[in-house]
């Protein structure tokens, strides 16, 4: 089995900042792709952004220039650090990876969430 534990939501002022981590655990072989996702109330699910096991990142629309996504493959654990929050940020974010599970398995694996609230 593979869990996926989010970490470092809450509540921040407009303009502020908040660093989100993400640690991958149990039977890994290896991890590809890890993926950011939010979800706000009565809208779909979004992808923020997305890094592959190479280092290659790419961003939704909405968060290009203020959120950086990075991971330390050592750790199994996928980082976004959000910059420039505004009240449209407020969501439920989520992480998600593909990870080997074995040399001829990849299976996609999600977190439980962390609320990040933008309000004053």
């Known amino acids: 089995q593979v869990q996926l534990v989010e970490s470092g939501g809450g509540l921040v002022q407009p303009g502020g900042s908040l660093r989100l981590s993400c640690a991958a655990s149990?039977?890994?072989?290896?991890?590809?792709?890890m993926d950011w996702f939010r979800q706000a109330p009565g809208k779909e699910r979004e992808l923020v952004a997305r890094?592959?096991?190479?280092?290659?990142?790419n961003y939704g629309d909405s968060v290009k220039g203020r959120f950086t996504i990075s991971r330390d493959n050592a750790k199994n654990t996928v980082y976004l650090q959000m910059t420039s929050l505004k009240p449209d940020d407020t969501a439920v974010y989520y992480c998600?990876?593909?990870?080997?599970?074995?040399?001829?398995?990849?299976?996609?694996?999600w977190g439980q969430g962390t609320q990040v609230t933008v309000s004053s």
């Open positions: 998600r990876a593909d990870v080997r599970i074995r040399v001829s398995l990849i299976s996609s694996y």
């Open positions: 890094i592959t096991s190479g280092g290659s990142t």
């Open positions: 149990g039977s890994i072989f290896s991890i590809n792709d």
